[in-house]
């Protein structure tokens, strides 16, 4: 059973999938089948799900992450956490990061 993603989570790149930055782009590429939503699928983020995904380093909890993004950008508090926990759920669901969550 996955864990519910939440802002008290550590989310850190599966060993299911290697990524690169190529021309300034990550490039995310699973490992095994099943991972993502087609065999043979390299998948790019944008410049926002780059930025997340740098700092899923598998020490800073989501909230952490999100309130650095805060200082860097002037968005709205709220969506900062929406867009790193929305990010961060979907490359769980297809097992691209994993999850553990923080001791409180």
Avoid at 13 to 26: F, K, L, Q, T, Y
Avoid at 32 to 51: F, M, Q, S
Avoid at 66 to 84: H, M
Avoid at 92 to 100: E, F, I, N
Wanted: aromatic share 4%.
């Amino acid at each position: 059973m996955k864990s519910q993603v939440t802002l008290n989570s550590i989310c850190f790149p599966s060993d299911n999938v290697v990524a690169r930055e190529i021309e300034g782009e990550i490039i995310i590429v699973p490992l095994t089948a099943g991972v993502g939503d087609a065999d043979d699928e390299l998948y790019t983020l944008n410049d926002i799900g780059r930025e997340i995904w740098s700092k899923l380093d598998g020490k800073r909890t989501l909230g952490q992450v999100a309130e650095e993004l805060a200082g860097e950008y002037s968005a709205p508090e709220g969506d900062i956490n929406r867009d790193v926990l929305g990010f961060a759920a979907e490359l769980v669901r297809r097992g691209m990061l994993a999850v553990k969550d923080c001791a409180s």
